[in-house]
């Protein structure tokens, strides 16, 4: 499954933005779905997660209460609706899919990874 992911970009401290996580091909319907984050010279870390069978979605302590991950099964799409974005939020965000429903904050438990999209918060 090669995925897409996209909506990054500049926004001030306080803002919004939504990411969304496309595949190029298949559904993601059947896919747990993670998104995680790499900050210039530190390792990529989880953020957030949701399956797809419904669940309760899984965030990491930094972003939850802040963070909003969701899918759109119709769409076949999964969006990650960041609010009260912080200067530390500032990342190359990526989308990435693993089969099955349980969600999993190990990045190596996840098959196929998107590209990548830049979100820079300002203060």
């Known amino acids: 499954v090669q995925l897409q992911a996209s909506g990054g970009g500049l926004v001030q401290a306080g803002g919004s933005l939504r990411l969304s996580c496309v595949p190029a091909?298949?559904?993601?319907?059947?896919?747990?779905v993670g998104w995680f984050r790499q900050a210039p010279g530190k390792e990529r870390e989880f953020v957030a997660a949701?399956?797809?069978?419904?669940?309760?979605?899984d965030y990491a302590d930094a972003v939850k209460g802040r963070f909003t991950v969701s899918r759109d099964n119709g769409q076949n799409t999964v969006y990650l609706q960041m609010d009260s974005l912080k200067p530390e939020d500032t990342a190359v965000y990526f989308c990435?899919?693993?089969?099955?429903?349980?969600?999993?904050?190990?990045?190596?438990?996840?098959?196929?990874w998107g590209q990548g999209t830049q979100v820079t918060v300002s203060s």
């Open positions: 990435a899919a693993r089969s099955g429903t349980v969600p999993t904050r190990r990045s190596n438990g996840y098959d196929y």
């Open positions: 091909e298949r559904t993601l319907s059947r896919y747990t």
């Open positions: 949701a399956s797809w069978s419904g669940g309760s979605p």
